[in-house]
């Protein structure tokens, strides 16, 4: 008989962090408020598609925003140059958010007033992929400096998430960056996945962007 036990750490903690979520999700479901789990890596410009995405829905729904980060409150004071509603989050060195997280960001933030949240999760295409978030969709954005191989080398993130948008695409022009070849990358990783090529500096693209959202909250608020 073996005199020491074995426990499967990881596997337990994200079995107890998919309940969580699952749980979440039911809870945002009843109050009709739509949760979008926005990742990325640093500077592929997160910061600035929510801006675009808060300009060209505001109008039409209440809009909240969750910003994460390890440190630092710029985002947080950017976002609420736009009246927003925003909370930043400081994650204490995690690379991650987890539903136990959001939880405490979304009490934080308040959703009884708010239709859509924007969770702008920690820059990085490993942890984030990793934790269910209880979100009601998931996002990612891959920038045109980042290269076409990402796919390649992040094949999770690109497997969980429902939409990619394609940023910096006004600069494609000065890198070697096959758009074909990712769309062909993403769609063997996960056939359904939505491919919107956007540019949060210019604005190309983000009428697609926030109709394709626009869609998404309204089936959450519907069903």
């Known amino acids: 008989m073996d005199a020491y036990k074995v426990l499967e750490i990881k596997k337990s903690v994200f079995e107890n962090n998919d309940r969580q979520a699952d749980l979440l999700r039911e809870e945002l479901k009843k109050d009709e408020t739509f949760l979008l789990n926005l990742m990325s890596s640093p500077g592929s410009g997160k910061t600035t598609t929510v801006l675009r995405t808060i300009e060209a829905l505001k109008d039409q729904m209440r809009i909240g925003v969750l910003e994460a980060d390890i440190d630092s409150e710029v985002d947080a004071s ?34 009884e007033d708010v239709d859509l949240v924007i969770l702008e999760n920690v820059g990085n295409l490993v942890c984030p992929a990793e934790f269910d978030t209880g979100a009601s969709k998931n996002a990612m954005i891959l920038s045109v ?37 990712v769309k062909d990358r993403v769609r063997k990783l996960n056939p359904n996945i939505k491919v919107i090529p956007i540019s949060a500096k210019t604005g190309e693209g983000i009428k697609e962007w926030a109709e ?12």
């Open 78 to 111: 950017t976002v609420a140059k736009t009246g927003a509603k925003v909370i930043q989050l400081h994650t204490g060195g995690m690379c991650h958010l987890d539903a136990g997280m959001t939880k405490q960001g979304l009490l934080g933030l308040g959703t």
């Open 145 to 181: 400096p980042e290269g076409d191989d990402k796919p390649l080398k992040y094949p999770l993130m690109f497997t969980i998430v429902d939409v990619l948008l394609i940023n910096k695409i006004d600069a494609i022009a000065n890198f070697d960056f096959d758009f074909e070849a």
């Open 212 to 223: 394709w959202l626009r869609t998404e909250v309204k089936d959450w608020q519907s069903k």
